[in-house]
């Protein structure tokens, strides 16, 4: 064994202790309070069941999405009718929802507006995942189907058995997501008294009649982790290289039929839903832009200072966390997978961690406190970015370069550093929009002068302030779609 | 130049086991064998990629066995060339220079063909012309030595036997040692001033290309040049009978053996072996025949056509080597 290897093995446990700490704090917190739980368990099966269906619903339409863009051979430059409605924040395309569907006299509050809003939004992630294993796994067996005349259902026992572990890695992803998800049902839940366990955390949290707000929402925490934590065993990403064949399209027109009416329900139809609500007056249908009056609001002003300082400082210090560990790409690994827990697992749990671990301290109830729990929530992100890049050869051209003599500095600044720039930008571009529309870790953390935009969306709504919600949500949707200019390409070789 | 001293790399059932060779200032020495016979990971251990479990390396009479690769001075020219892909064909060069000289770099640019595409970048080459930056590179860094690690075999068989002459001409000028890793015998027969058998991690034979093509030393020294036909035989007294006939041959005195012969080591001759001319085929100057010799089967250079009667008999002496009953089996197998 390594001199160093003990003391390396040591560290990275001390480390992966600490990072869990919130969790391991919540944890003990929670069991203190378990008398609650029998109390919430019906809530937590409409929780979980709501999760199931909403990730069945969004793998189903997703999937279906896949298949035919698959079949009929769609360029990827279709995706950009999907990709806007999973690139605007998911409680901004509940708000659109809400809004569209009053429009035209439906209900939107309540199991069936959630269910809609998280299709709407993470059907996208359902067939951004199921795009490519249909295409490196199924693509040649679809061709060898066809050469060798397999039809019928010869053909689907051929063809779906290989495409099981990207449908249960997808499923997994989906349920995680959903069973976290506090926006959504924030926004459309709430008001009608549906509640998920996201929201009824948040909800005890705040209650002001419960006689222990904090230790009744860690249990609530740990009965969501116990829901998460199976499907982490499912969520890992499938693999797979697309490879060209040479396939003829079928359906062409049923697959773009498709992406449109898709593009016209998730995207225009809560557009439309927003753009009416922010500059169309509701009582006398004047134009009216609301835009000033949301301005006006202090919250709005505080919301974006805040969002804006706390994006810029978690993208900026998790840019410059990659950069010192690219070099190290064992060690970025290691505590990639680290901070994974805080990525996967629902943000309530971190966000009720912190409160308990950071209670004490001068750093609750400040900005602070939340510019933490965002480098912990989005640090993963920016790591398996930064992750990809020295996956595709990059670290090999900075070994070329030592062998030609450049030292280990000037090797990466000369050859690896800027190979990285794309994949950078790619973190950048994820984890900005992130930070700047967050609401779950925020609606928690929030203290007075450290509201968030989410926060103050959620305020403004709360309020009966429906018009300047739509306003700040419809920039909110303006600037996620900046989102669709992000470089999705790799190192040209 | 270079003195690799009993180089032992261990990976298990693979690697590199008791390695030793020389190269001296401007020669060129081919290491050949087959996928999986250690050639790359010796030229690795050379390189620094690796390091030993012992044996020595040195570079002229500096022992570099436990130095980093950047403190080496070598230069590398890959299979896949390793160009950077944001960087010109010129800037690859300015980059390994100790002192970034761009008369010099075009210079050299000129000299293995680009001029003129200087400011090209990697996607904008062909597969030629990236092989030729990637050698470009290498001489830049004006290296003590320089690695080829199967710098041709993917490009079209004409542009791989174009390069590979003008490269070897490039290095003999410039006086630049080289050890080159291939697999094909041609190009080792193209480029090198010696040769370097391997066969499971092992060297086992060191001569001139010339040398290990007439007179390989172990079976594997004898498949490494290709064009060999084998023929399990029984040896009595330096002696071996093949329908009737007597020839000599060396390398076994007594027991059963491989009886190994190239192409072109039989001719037609009125007192020799009965053979029926099988299949014809060849072309590049030369012309082959599968014969069935009653023993077995064998390519010959001869010009006959198919279904004709021939007697073969061999030029010189051939060549048995021992085989283990195991080794024969699996040879009289592949014979049939």
């Known amino acids: ?493 | 130049m270079l003195r690799l001293e009993n180089l032992t790399k261990n990976f298990g059932k693979a690697g590199v086991f008791g390695a030793s060779l020389h190269l001296t200032p401007g020669e060129i020495v081919a290491v050949l064998g087959a996928s999986g016979s250690g050639k790359t990971t010796l030229l690795n251990l050379v390189a620094g990629l690796l390091e030993p479990d012992s044996g020595r390396i040195f570079l002229g009479n500096e022992d570099v066995t436990r130095q980093p690769p950047e403190k080496r001075g070598l230069g590398y020219v890959f299979q896949d060339h390793a160009l950077w892909p944001h960087l010109s064909a010129l800037e690859h060069l300015l980059l390994v220079m100790k002192t970034p000289d761009r008369a010099q770099a075009h210079h050299l640019l000129e000299r293995v063909g680009l001029g003129g595409l200087e400011a090209r970048k990697p996607h904008q080459l062909s597969g030629g012309q990236k092989q030729r930056v990637a050698l470009a590179r290498a001489l830049a860094a004006k290296p003590r030595l320089l690695l080829l690690d199967e710098p041709y075999s993917a490009l079209d068989p004409v542009l791989r036997e174009e390069l590979r002459l003008e490269v070897a001409l490039l290095l003999r000028a410039e006086q630049v040692s080289a050890l080159h890793v291939t697999h094909d015998p041609d190009e080792a027969l193209a480029v090198a001033d010696r040769v370097a058998v391997m066969e499971g991690g092992r060297i086992v034979q060191v001569d001139t290309p010339a040398e290990v093509y007439a007179r390989p030393q172990t079976l594997a020294a004898a498949r490494a040049f290709g064009r060999l036909n084998l023929l399990a035989v029984e040896v009595q007294g330096g002696q071996v009978q093949l329908g009737g006939q007597t020839w000599a041959v060396h390398g076994l005195e007594r027991g059963p053996g491989l009886l190994a012969f190239r192409y072109e080591d039989l001719a037609v001759a009125p007192e020799g072996l009965p053979a029926k001319v099988l299949a014809v085929y060849g072309g590049r100057g030369e012309r082959l025949c599968r014969v069935n010799l009653g023993v077995g089967e064998a390519v010959v250079k001869l010009s006959a056509a198919p279904g004709e009667q021939v007697r073969l008999a061999p030029l010189g002496e051939l060549r048995v080597f021992p085989l283990s009953q195991e080794a024969r089996a699996h040879e009289q197998g592949k014979a049939r």
């Open chain 1, 1 to 493: 064994m390594p001199r160093g290897q003990p003391l390396a093995t040591v560290f990275w446990l001390l480390l992966s202790l600490g990072v869990a700490l919130p969790l391991w704090v919540l944890a003990w917190r929670g069991l203190g309070d378990l008398a609650i739980l029998p109390r919430v368990l019906d809530l937590a099966g409409v929780s979980l069941l709501l999760a199931l269906l909403g990730s069945l619903l969004c793998l189903g339409v997703g999937g279906g999405l896949a298949w035919l863009a698959f079949r009929a051979r769609l360029h990827t430059g279709w995706d950009t009718l999907l990709l806007p409605a999973y690139l605007v924040p998911p409680f901004v395309g509940a708000l659109g929802f809400l809004y569209a569907l009053q429009l035209v006299n439906v209900q939107p509050y309540g199991v069936g507006g959630i269910l809609l809003a998280w299709t709407a939004h993470y059907a996208p992630v359902a067939y951004l995942l199921l795009r490519p294993a249909l295409e490196s796994k199924l693509a040649p067996l679809l061709l060898a189907c066809e050469v060798h005349g397999v039809t019928g259902w010869k053909r689907v026992r051929a063809l779906v058995p290989p495409l099981f572990p990207a449908l249960v890695a997808a499923f997994g992803a989906l349920y995680l997501t959903l069973l976290g998800n506090f926006g959504v049902p924030a926004v459309l839940g709430l008001p009608a008294q549906v509640y998920t366990l996201p929201t009824l955390a948040y909800a005890r949290l705040f209650s002001p009649a419960s006689p222990d707000p904090l230790g009744e929402a860690a249990a609530i925490g740990l009965l969501l982790g116990l829901l998460a934590v199976p499907a982490l065993l499912l969520s890992s990403q499938p693999t797979g290289e697309p490879s060209p064949r040479p396939l003829r399209p079928r359906g062409v027109w049923a697959a773009r039929g498709a992406f449109i009416l898709f593009a016209l329900l998730a995207v225009v139809f809560p557009l439309v839903g927003l753009v009416r609500r922010a500059l169309f007056n509701t009582f006398t249908g004047a134009f009216q832009p609301a835009f000033g009056d949301a301005w006006a609001l202090p919250l709005v002003r505080q919301g974006l200072f805040n969002s804006l300082l706390l994006a810029l400082l978690a993208t900026g210090l998790l840019l410059l966390l990659g950069l010192l560990l690219a070099p190290h790409r064992g060690a970025l690994k290691r505590l990639r997978q680290v901070l994974d827990l805080h990525y996967l697992l629902p943000g309530t749990l971190l966000a009720l961690g912190l409160i308990l671990l950071l209670a004490p301290t001068p750093v609750y109830a400040t900005p602070w406190i939340l510019l933490l729990a965002y480098l912990l929530n989005f640090a993963a992100l920016m790591l398996r970015s930064m992750e990809a890049g020295l996956e595709s050869g990059i670290e090999r051209l900075v070994g070329v370069g030592k062998l030609f003599g450049l030292r280990h500095g000037r090797a990466w600044w000369k050859i690896g550093f800027p190979l990285l720039r794309p994949y950078l930008a790619a973190g950048v571009f994820l984890v900005l929009p992130l930070c700047l529309a967050e609401l779950t870790l925020s609606a928690m953390l929030y203290a007075p002068g450290s509201e968030t935009l989410g926060v103050a969306v959620l305020s403004a709504l709360n309020g009966g302030l429906f018009r300047e919600a739509a306003a700040i949500g419809l920039m909110l949707m303006a600037l996620s779609l900046l989102l669709l200019w992000v470089p999705r390409k790799g190192v040209v070789g």
